[in-house]
């Protein structure tokens, strides 16, 4: 049985996460897995609820953490040989920017037959300034070239990555989409609305908006603010947003909230009167996604966003910019509205549109939750997975009997 040593910059909530977890789990008997991960930040909510409910328990190296520190970043990749010197891994497989640049250098230098790298998202623009993005780049080059085969979660990523940013040769890229369990968003739906609209004081009538992630400034939230205040000054329909998530830019989206004139509550509140709430971190997301009307996304730049895919499978449709990899996670006009993400304007009025045109909502709920049922189930990603490992090593073993 082949083995697998897969990193993990830090087990959190969102899509990497669920990437590594699922395939730690689901891969097996097939292939001995050991999920390594790294130290989270104090800001960030951690998702060792994932890995319990999947029956994997994980490696942690405290030392492997997202900033930049000589001194942990040593300690880490000392302890990623160890590692892999006990272990003897086959293949190590490295997911996102931190272990992804400490596994491989770890792998190469320990004689890995096979090392594989997945780009959950990339940092090459709406991050950091030009000389930080510069030397990221040149960085990922090299570690491209260490690596036997690269892995991409969109067509689109594929492309920004060999083509713009020239990381590696195309051939040496595999897109394969993410995979998730979706069973929880398809179940027991009607019940779980009652619920949530419950717990928040919704009437029927109400139309529900949520935007779902960390705050953080790459994700926009300005712009949610916008739409939504735009929204309120020209629907007469009554409308209940959600900023479901934490991070370092809650202070500035409330203080900015405060000068839109937008009222809030806050999620230690006792009743929930005014039209936008913050309800920090929140575990139970299929729960939220049935409670919900519609749902929205402001990211400058995303890789493969699980909470569209989460939200399609809940029967939800989506008012998006168009970043990253979105195109290839929804049907733009049959299961969201999108707009370029210069184009405010575009934006404010696709939200009025969905809020206002419920039919529309029906049309794209329905069209939704087919489409990713199909696309992003756990069942495929470990197929094509499976498929590709195999296919490494077996070039692997081909090369060492020339």
């Not at 006990?86 to 096979?114: M, Q, Y």
Request: glycine residues 6%.
């Amino acid at each position: 049985m082949p083995r697998v040593l897969r990193i993990l910059n830090r087990l959190i909530i969102g899509g990497p996460s669920k990437n590594a977890v699922y395939l730690t789990r689901y891969m097996q008997p097939d292939f001995d897995t050991i999920l390594v991960i790294g130290g989270k930040e104090d800001h960030e909510q951690d998702a060792d609820f994932l890995a319990t409910a999947n029956n994997i328990q994980p490696t942690c190296i405290p030392q492997m953490k997202r900033a930049i520190s000589l001194r942990d970043d040593w300690a880490a990749y000392n302890k990623l040989k160890k590692l892999i010197k006990e272990f003897k891994p086959d293949i190590v497989h490295t997911h996102a920017a931190k272990s992804g640049a400490l596994g491989r250098l770890a792998a190469k230098h320990s004689n890995v037959p096979v090392i594989v790298h997945t780009f959950h998202g990339h940092i090459f623009h709406s991050y950091f300034n030009s000389l930080k993005t510069n030397l990221f780049i040149r960085t990922e080059r090299y570690l491209g070239g260490l690596s036997d085969a690269i892995v991409a979660i969109s067509d689109v990523q594929k492309k920004e990555l060999s083509g713009d940013f020239r990381i590696a040769a195309a051939e040496k890229f595999r897109v394969i989409p993410l995979g998730l369990d979706l069973d929880n968003f398809i179940i027991d739906c009607d019940a779980k609305r009652n619920k949530f609209r419950t717990e928040f004081g919704l009437d029927d009538e109400t139309v529900a908006i949520g935007i779902i992630g960390r705050l953080v400034p790459v994700k926009n939230h300005s712009l949610f603010l916008t739409a939504l205040k735009y929204v309120l000054n020209n629907s007469s329909i009554k409308v209940k947003a959600f900023i479901i998530g934490d991070g370092e830019s809650r202070t500035s989206i409330e203080k900015l909230a405060t000068t839109l004139d937008i009222k809030f509550s806050k999620h230690i509140d006792k009743e929930y009167p005014n039209p936008l709430i913050f309800t920090s971190w929140r575990t139970d997301i299929d729960t939220i996604c049935a409670g919900l009307d519609i749902i929205a996304l402001t990211s400058l730049n995303e890789g493969t966003p699980v909470s569209l895919i989460e939200a399609q499978a809940a029967g939800k449709p989506i008012v998006s910019t168009r970043v990253g990899g979105i195109a290839d996670v929804v049907l733009e006009n049959k299961t969201a509205l999108l707009s370029d993400i210069a184009d405010e304007k575009a934006y404010c009025n696709n939200l009025l549109q969905m809020v206002n045109d419920v039919s529309m909502r029906q049309k794209f709920s329905n069209a939704g939750q087919e489409y990713v049922l199909n696309k992003f189930g756990y069942q495929r990603l470990v197929a094509d997975m499976s498929g590709l490992y195999r296919d490494l090593l077996d070039k692997k073993n081909h090369s060492n009997k020339r």
